[in-house]
T-cell receptor, first 112, second 115 residues
């Protein structure tokens, strides 16, 4: 069945460091892929998405490329800020419209 | 535009009781999905409602049920509460159709504790 495997955290970085959070997926067909972010005490917010192979999603300095050959959608940012501290979830759009399969989340803490 | 609002934000119940959680969808959205997020885990899909009918269900028992109203707001009902039902319950709204249905707007959630 459809599933997402996400790099386990927590991840702790200094401000301006490079960030990579790995995400791989298993799916039938051609799913859409997403990264959501959850700040403390808040719901999930869509960070970026990609709907087909080789698409690159980007937002707020974050990027992820849909790699069909490696079934991956790794999240990257060149220079993290303290305000990026949050939990990041990789998700896959399943065959049921509106159904997302989420990874377990990666806690990111950025120190000044 | 208003986002997704959920109520209550926190509640405590005892085992065996019943609970109703409420969700108002984002303006213009006609589809509502519910997710359960246990502590330290990713959200798990419970079910989705579109045009007031259940349109997809995850691996949850029948004691989890829902409703969608003509204004697209929704309720999640859980009967015979168990300790493992303690979680953050997230409501998400979206537009029906292929292009937008997977772009979900989430509420802040209802934190349920079962004692």
């Amino acid at each position: 069945g459809d599933s997402v495997t996400q790099m386990e955290g927590p991840v702790t970085l200094s401000e301006e460091a490079f960030l990579t959070i790995n995400c791989t997926y298993t799916a039938t067909g051609y799913p859409s892929l997403f990264w959501y972010v959850q700040y403390p005490g808040e719901g999930l917010q869509l960070l970026l998405k990609a709907t087909k192979a080789d698409d690159k999603g980007s937002n707020k300095g974050f990027e992820a490329t849909y790699r069909k050959e490696t079934t991956s959608f790794h999240l990257e940012k060149g220079s993290v800020q303290v305000s990026d501290s949050a939990v990041y979830f990789c998700a896959l759009g399943g065959s049921t419209l509106g159904r997302l399969y989420f990874g377990r989340g990666t806690q990111l803490t950025v120190w000044p | 535009e208003t986002g997704v609002t959920q109520s209550p934000t926190h509640l405590i119940k005892t085992r065996g009781q019943q609970v109703t959680l409420r969700c108002s969808s984002q303006s213009g959205h006609n589809t509502v999905s519910w997710y359960q997020q246990a502590l330290g885990q990713g959200p798990q899909f419970i079910f989705q409602y579109y045009r007031e009918e259940e349109n997809g269900r995850g691996n949850f028992p029948p004691r989890f049920s829902g409703l969608q109203f003509p204004n697209y707001s929704s309720e999640l009902n859980v009967n015979a509460l168990e300790l493992d039902d303690s979680a953050l319950y997230l409501c998400a709204s979206s537009l029906g159709g292929d292009s937008g249905a997977n772009v979900l707007t989430f509420g802040a959630g209802s934190r349920l504790t079962v004692l």
